[in-house]
Every structure is written in C-alpha cells, then in structure tokens.
C-alpha cells in the first residue's frame, strides 16, 4: 500500500513521469528517441487541466481562509486524477502552516481491515504534527484511547470506551482534525475510494457531511467507471453532493490538441501529425495510455489497451513477472517481508525480480509496502495468472495472514477471509470472518461489521454447522447487521436490512428475533421520522412477545409500550407509563429501566408534572451513571424540562456541564449536540441571543445531515431570535430553509406547530410597518397559518402548541382590531386549548397572555394579569417586554397617560437587551406617534385636564370640588394653574380654550 505523503522518499508514485526511456513507438513507423530527434523527458506541467484545477485551487484557497471545503475527484481508471491531486498539493506545500497528510485505499477483497486509509493518513498526520500533538488534540483520556486502536504510538494506557455500538472513531478523528486545523490548514487525501473499506465509508460520509474544523481542504478520489449501480460507494458520494460545501470535479478525457501537448511536454519536442493521431487513436484520450506509448521502447500502435499497460510488465524478466503476478493475487500495500515469505521459489530470484521491477518502474515502494505502478497494471497482471496458480498464491498467503491473526492480529483477520475464500476454503474463510467481525466492532468499525455479517450469511450455506461456528443463528446475524447499519448511520441501508430479514424469517418461531428487527425499525422510524411511522411496529412486538417477561424480551416489550403511550389519552398514557417503569423494574437492568424512565418523564412533562418528569430523569441518570447512551439522554431531557419550566439559568448550567462530560467520553456529536441545542434554546428563552447563536452554529455543525428533524428544531430556534430581535428577513430566511423538511403533525407536533407559529408572528411583524394593502396580505397569511391550531394533534398534545396558539391569539387580536370578522372555529380552538394547557406555575403566562389578547386591547385588568405571569420569572424574556408593551397602550388608551409613557420608555430601553429588539422597537415607535400627536392639552395634568373640563362645563370652584372629591381651595389652585398655562384670562376664555382643543 503506498501512502504519498509529502515528505517521502524513494520510487516516484505513478503518474509523475520521472522513469523514461530513451526510445518510443508511434505511428505506422517507428520514431525513436535521441536518433529520430525527440529525446524523452519529464512533463513539467499538467495538461489541458486548468479547469478542474481551479476548483481544487479554490477549495484550497477557501481551507486556508477558513471555511472549511471539500472536492470529489472522479474519473476514469488512468485519466489524471492523481497527477491532479499532487500538482494542487504542489502548491499547498508552499503555503504557510499547511499541513498535508494521504490515505490511499487498495483492493483488499470485498471487506477490507477496517479504517485502512484512515490508519495511513492518521499516521502521516503524526508524522507531520507530532505524535503529542495528535495526542493532545484528542483532547480527553478516552477520546486519545479510541484513537489508539488506529494510531498504536497514542496508547497512553488509558480505558477506551466499551464496544456498544457506538461509532467512537469517527467523533475522534473529527475532534482531533477540528483542534488541529485551529494551528494548521490541514490538506488531507483519501484516494481511491472504489475500494475503500465500509468504516472508511462511513467516516468519509461523516467528515464530508460536518466538514468540522477551522481551516481544512478535503480531497477525495475515486474511479467513476468502478462505481456503477448497486457500488456502495454511490450512496455515500450522493450523500456528499448534497452539501453545498463540497464540489465535484470530473476528469474527462483529452482531445487530440492536448494528446498533441502531453507528448510535447514529455518530450520536449514537437510531434507530427500522423504521431499524434496514432496515439491519440490508440490511447482513446486517456493520459496514462499516452505516457505508455510514448515512453514504451517497443510498443507498437496495435493490440487492445490491455496491451498498453502489460507493456511494462512483459519487459520484465522471468523472475520479476512472477514477484508481479504475486503482488497481483496479494494486493497494493502488502508488506515486502510477508510478500517474501509467501513466495514459493529461492530468496535469491525474488529479491532480484523484486529489484527489477521496481527498476523499471512496474512496481513502486513506500518504505516496506509495494504496489503497482498503476492499479490498470495489477488489473492486467492478474488476468495473466491461470486458476492454479490464482489459488495457490490465495493459499500461501491465507496461511500467513492466518498465522499471525492466530498470534493475536486480529486486525488482518478480514485479509485471511478473502483469501482463504479465494482458495476454495470456505470453511476456513468463515471461521476468519467470524474473528474479523468481532475485532470490527472492538474497533466500533460497524459498518465493516455489517458487511462481514453479510459475508457470513453468503457463506452459511457452504460450510458445516455454521450457527455453532458463529455462536448464532441466521437470523440473529442478520438482526445484528440491521443494528451495525444503523449505529453507523446508514438508515435507509438499515431499514432495508429489516425489511429482507422480515422476509425471510421464518412465520413460526423465532420470535424474540423477529422482534428484534420490528424494534430496530421502531426505533429508526422513531429518530427520523415520527411516532406515527413507528407506531407501526408497536403491535407486532406485542404479538410476537406475548406472555414473556424474560430479560431477552424486556428490552424490546418496554421500548414498544413505552411508545405506545404516545399515541393515547393523557390518562391512559400515564397509566401506561407507570406500568411500563414497573415492568422495566423487573428487568434488574439498569438501562432498561432508564429507558423506561426517559420514556415516563417526556409523558409527564406534556402533562405539567414538569418536577415528577424532572424526578424520573434524576433516577435515570442516577442508576445508569456509566452508560453511553439513556443516562445522558436523561441528561439532555432534564435540560429541555428544566427549559418548560422557565429555570433558564438552570437549564444552561446542567447542559453546559453535561456537554463537558460528553466531550471528555467521544460523543459531543452523538449525545452532546442535542444537548447544545436544548442549551441554545433555553438561551433564547432567557434573552441571551449572541450566546445561543454561537451554541446554535456549534450544533448545526455536528448535528448537519444527521436527522431532519433537528434541522428543523435548529432553525426553529434561530428564526425565534431573529425575529424577535428585529430581523425579519433573516427570520423568513430560515422559515424557507426549514420548509422543505417540515414534519407531519402526527409524527412531531411540537415541531409542525412552532413553524407554523413563527409563519404567524412574522406575518404580523411585517404587518406593522406594511403599507395598507400589503398589511391585508399579510393579515390574510397569518390567519391561514393560525389554522394549523386546528390539527387534532394540538388537542392531544396541547403543551407542545403553546407557541402556535399564542401566535393564533395575536393573530386574531390583529384581525378583530382591523374590523375582521372572527373564525369563529379558531376562536373556539384557541379558548378550548386555553383550558387544556398544564395547569403549573411555568404554564400560568401562557393561559394569562391567551384571556388578554381574546378579551382585546383595552382591558387594563387583564394586562395586568398578563404582566404579572410573565413576569413571574417563568416565561421567555421576550414575552415580559410584549405584555408590558400591551399594557402601556391599554393604560394610554384609558388615560393614563403618565404611567404609559413611562412603561412605553422602560420596553424601549430595556427589550434589546433580552433579544426582543422588536418588541423594542414597537415601543419606541409608540412613543414617537404620541409625540406627533401630541396636543396643547397634553401640557396640563391629568388632575387638570379633569378640572377643565369641568370648568367649561359651566361649575364652580365647590361644585368642581364636590365632584372630584376635593376641597374648593384645591380646585381654585387648579383652576388658577390651568389659567396660566392656557393662556386665558377667565374662566369663559379657558372654556372656549378647551372646547377647541380638548376634543380627541
């Protein structure tokens, strides 16, 4: 396996022209090399290539600037893609702090050891950075012990977290790229990916999906005519085209003008016509084709391609063709010394074929490793070898693969399968497999393990007694591949992994495993799609594991009943709830019993029983305090029911030390990010806007192509802060970006609900500041918004349409105050849901806000109420400064114009400060229209504007006295001030004052 890392010495990597020859073939005659005139050469520059070259410059350029980017290299076999790649790493070793590392992957068989480019490009980024610099970028104790398992010199002696399905690596390799692209612009290569293994796979989807790190370019290659229909490489490059981030550049052939150039430069020389039409005739366009004929010394313009890239190989001698055939049957990368052993004749001729063909260029080294010039070469070598001989090498090298996983490398278990397979010893190679699998998953390498599970089952049938070589039967493996699929987030690939083995169990027996898979599937539907889709399994589990109460079964009946509690009245789903911790309890397993308990506290939290759900969440994480999984989901719920209850500081302080504890065990992305982005919420609730930004980027990074419904969630959270911080446009910018991945009602109303909420406050807000006939519009489209209140989900879930069914209320204040007439069913609704909302202390301003928007903008009473809930300490910061806002212009409108102003003046100053710069701004706007407005009756006080009035409506001093409860005195005080301030004489001047000025 070669590994081109920017530092190395030794035999030039294929496509870089430094071995020539002195002669070359070309045309119907024969053109040599310094007798015909064109001595041989070096290209010094890449060929007709200037476009692809400038996205690779450009995605280099936005790497080292900051903003992280990846390009997908593909291109048939022999087309550049490599010489490519090195001309752009040409130019990344001249820029400053760059840092470039390389996998390569190799044809291993179809399942390869896991994480072998990965292993290769780690270990070059050691090299480059320093082992105690890769040590510390790990970052924590844990976090360095899995990436032990790849790079052996980081093996501190400290626990790695346990096998449980987790995929550890690649949250590892993502933290340490992260810290390390912060002091460096890390340029990384994985090439070849038709042949990557299935855990590189899934890393590579990972990295390309995150793309975390501060200044980082990743430069992916593969073989675009390997990867037809059914290559599982296909899913993973449209998942990675998905992203913006990432470009693609494809690599085609060269027209006969630039095979005319590439022979120039290899020559030096100016080449006829007829040469170049041969050649470009003969090499289809394809760069590596030219390069051979014209540097082959005796390569005549006939025969097939095939017959092209042997030319190099039938050069050889006896003894180097036969080190090559080995080489073909071994693989690229294979070590020199297990190369040596495996061959059959004397030392002497293989260290003598071995120097020949490196000699001529037919094979390259990388310190120990060997590989071909060209994978085309291995190809056609390989076709060479007649069965017997195939199977023989297979053998011989099975047999040394073997002995060394028998000493206790497992890691090259995968090898001794394919090629026991390869001889014929299907017995043999099942049994390496079965090791292979078991070293894939203590390497949390799942997607390998499934696949070598799928190895298993092609090989079931040709071996004896397969169930006790595997320790299970067919099913349970394939019940296992479905969960390894899943752990590494190849959902549709698991889900299609359950639907085949449904088909194939069996209709009788094996229930606990058919079980299994329908809570497999339970569980996928649950995580990206909703409880509705989930529900579908529910049923079956129960038939299948009726009367059971055995630990085997538990996990799978607690996980459906505990579901199935979603999906019924608020009573019965309580008491479904309770028998279902009752029945985890029995279990004596403490995540079971977790789970059951996670499960119980979202079913109180709907309810209100916000410190009965905190209670279960503390249990769960008291009892499963070591767990990688529902302890900390517990954690990540407390954070969400400490947010419903208003305890927003609370809420911040538990999830900022749970995400610290996630960090330190590798799952800041698993466990950490829903995490960050409860914490985010709660941030906004509490006003703290420029913070949860920051905590709202940090988990759209690790949480980006992960589930659509975090999406959603992520910017539902971030358009609440930009609207109510005053930008709308931003605000509608995010709405459109969540609209596509919206989720049904049924499957996630709280979700459904909050957009639509958000559609209905944006609507108003830019109703505030429209035009008349836009301001209908937009009257219009909050009000078919607000129509979402009627869903049926809303009655069953009435928590979760808190901030719809405030947005509805607004909506029909707004309507009523522009003389529409009522929807008197979302009326109906909207009282119904006020009713049904949790009666709790953290509910109280929601009920308060919904009685004082229905009853209308003028009772003072009830904006009072409002104002108090809200400022009670329980509800967002945003809604404290909109109820006093309210009120104020209830106060103005009944008069009291002194304490409304200066209500007015606090909203103005105080609501930018807790991210409600709207609500700000509608105040300040208040207050500059009762300037405008203001007449010369606003100079008197309100005592004086009553006396006045009193005065022109003919009373004398005591009777004025009289009526407003005052002594005469005081009323000839008044009226003497008023006198004065007016501008009138008398009291007839002061009437006639008043009747012109002081009717509004």
Request: charged share 25%; hydrophobic share 45%.
């Amino acid at each position: 396996m070669v590994s081109e890392a920017p530092r190395r010495t030794g035999p030039t990597p294929p496509g870089s022209w430094s071995r020539r020859r002195d002669t070359w073939a070309a045309g119907p005659g024969r053109v040599t090399g310094p007798a015909g005139g064109l001595p041989l050469r070096e290209s010094p520059v890449l060929v007709a290539r200037e476009r692809e070259l400038s996205t690779l410059v450009d995605a280099l350029d936005a790497g080292a600037d900051g903003a992280p980017s990846a390009v997908i290299v593909r291109g048939e076999a022999g087309i550049g893609k490599s010489r490519l790649v090195r001309e752009l790493l040409d130019r990344a070793r001249a820029m400053p702090d760059t840092v470039i590392a390389t996998g390569t992957c190799v044809e291993s068989g179809p399942v390869g050891a896991p994480y072998g480019a990965v292993r290769r490009l780690l270990h070059e980024l050691a090299l480059e950075v320093g082992v105690d610099a890769l040590g510390d970028a790990a970052g924590s104790p844990r976090v360095r012990a899995t990436l032990a398992r790849l790079v052996p010199e980081l093996d501190d002696g400290a626990d790695a977290p346990p096998a449980t399905g987790v995929d550890y690596v690649a949250e590892a390799v993502e933290r340490v790229l992260e810290r390390l692209s912060v002091d460096h612009h890390l340029v990384l290569v994985l090439e070849d990916l038709h042949w990557a293994d299935d855990a590189t796979r899934g890393l590579v989807r990972t990295l390309g999906a995150t793309l975390r790190g501060s200044r980082l370019t990743l430069l992916l290659t593969y073989r675009a005519d390997d990867v037809r229909t059914g290559h599982p490489l296909r899913a993973t490059v449209a998942e990675l085209e998905r992203n913006r981030a990432i470009s693609t550049v494809d690599v085609g052939r060269l027209d006969r003008h630039e095979v005319a150039e590439q022979i120039r430069r290899l020559t030096g020389a100016e080449p006829d016509a007829a040469t170049v039409h041969a050649i470009e005739e003969r090499s289809e366009g394809v760069p590596l084709f030219v390069e051979e004929l014209v540097l082959s010394p005796d390569a005549r313009l006939t025969g097939t391609l095939e017959d092209i890239v042997l030319a190099r190989y039938e050069r050889l001698g006896t003894a180097a063709r036969a080190v090559a055939r080995l080489l073909s049957v071994a693989a690229d990368g294979v070590d020199e010394e297990l190369l040596a052993r495996a061959w059959a004749g004397r030392p002497a001729d293989f260290r003598r074929g071995l120097e020949e063909a490196l000699g001529a260029g037919a094979i390259r080294a990388d310190g120990t490793a060997l590989a071909f010039h060209h994978a085309l070469l291995r190809e056609a070598v390989q076709a060479t070898l007649m069965p017997r001989e195939r199977a023989t090498a297979h053998a011989r090298l099975a047999l040394l693969l073997q002995g060394l996983v028998d000493d206790g490398r497992r890691d090259l278990a995968a090898g001794a399968a394919h090629h026991w397979r390869a001889a014929g010893e299907p017995g043999r190679a099942f049994d390496a497999t079965v090791l292979a699998l078991a070293g894939a998953r203590a390497q949390y390498a799942m997607a390998s393990a499934a696949r070598l599970g799928e190895q298993l089952l092609e090989l079931w049938d040709e071996v004896p007694d397969p169930e006790a070589r595997a320790d299970a039967s067919a099913l349970a493996i394939r019940c296992r591949i479905a969960e390894d699929l899943r752990d590494s987030g190849q959902m549709h690939a698991a889900m299609r992994a359950i639907d085949a083995a449904l088909a194939t169990a069996p209709e009788r027996g094996a229930e606990l495993e058919r079980a299994r898979l329908h809570a497999a599937a339970m569980s996928l539907a649950s995580e990206h799609v909703g409880a509705a889709a989930a529900a579908v399994h529910v049923e079956p589990i129960e038939t299948l594991l009726r009367g059971r109460t055995d630990a085997a079964a538990l996990p799978y009946l607690v996980q459906a009943r505990a579901l199935s509690a979603h999906l019924v009245d608020r009573v019965t789903a309580m008491r479904v709830s309770d028998e279902v911790v009752d029945l985890a309890a029995t279990s004596g397993d403490p995540s079971i019993l977790s789970m059951a308990l996670c499960k119980r506290s979202t079913v109180r939290a709907r309810d209100g029983e916000y410190e009965a759900a905190l209670a279960d969440l503390d249990h769960a994480l008291a009892i499963d305090e070591g767990a990688m999984l529902w302890g900390r989901c517990a954690t990540a719920n407390i954070v969400d029911t400490l947010n419903r209850l208003g305890r927003y500081d609370d809420a911040v302080e538990a999830g900022e030390s749970a995400i610290t504890d996630a960090i330190d065990v590798g799952l800041e992305r698993r466990i950490g990010a829903p995490i960050t982005a409860n914490v985010a919420e709660a941030l906004v609730n509490a006003g703290r806007l420029d913070e949860a930004l920051v905590h709202v980027r940090r988990a759209s990074t690790l949480l980006r192509g992960e589930s659509p419904r975090w999406e959603c969630f992520l910017l539902e959270i971030e358009a609440v802060a930009a609207l109510w911080d005053g930008h709308l446009d931003r605000a509608a910018e995010l709405l459109a970006a969540e609209a596509p991945l919206l989720p049904d009602p049924e499957d996630d109303a709280e979700g459904a609900f909050n957009a639509a909420a958000l559609t209905v406050d944006l609507a108003l807000a830019r109703r505030a500041a429209a035009p008349p006939a836009e301001a209908s519009r937009l009257l219009d489209d909050a009000s078919r918004a607000a129509a979402m209140l009627l869903h049926p989900e809303a009655v069953r879930d009435p928590s979760a349409a808190a901030m719809l069914l405030l947005a509805t209320c607004r909506a029909i204040a707004a309507a009523r105050a522009a003389r529409v007439p009522d929807d008197a069913a979302l009326v109906d609704r909207a009282v119904a849901l006020r009713d049904t909302q949790p009666d709790h202390p953290a509910t109280a301003h929601v009920r308060a806000l919904v009685d004082a928007l229905l009853a209308g903008p003028d009772d003072v009473d009830r904006w009072r109420r409002a104002v108090d809930a809200c400022g009670a300490g329980r509800s967002p910061r945003r809604l404290v400064h909109e109820s006093r806002l309210r009120l104020a212009l209830a106060l103005r409108r009944a008069g009291d114009r002194r304490t409304a102003e200066t209500m007015l003046a606090e909203v103005a100053r105080d609501a930018g400060a807790d991210g409600a710069s709207l609500v700000g701004g509608w105040a300040a706007a208040a207050l500059v229209r009762r300037e405008e407005t203001r007449s010369p009756l606003d100079s008197l006080t309100s005592r004086e504007q009553e006396v006045l009035a009193l005065v022109a409506g003919g009373l004398t001093n005591p009777q004025i006295g009289a009526r407003l409860h005052i002594a005469p005195k005081t009323a000839s005080v008044h009226v003497s001030a008023i006198l004065a301030k007016v501008g009138a004489a008398n009291r007839a001047e002061a009437a006639a004052w008043f009747s012109e000025h002081g009717r509004r």
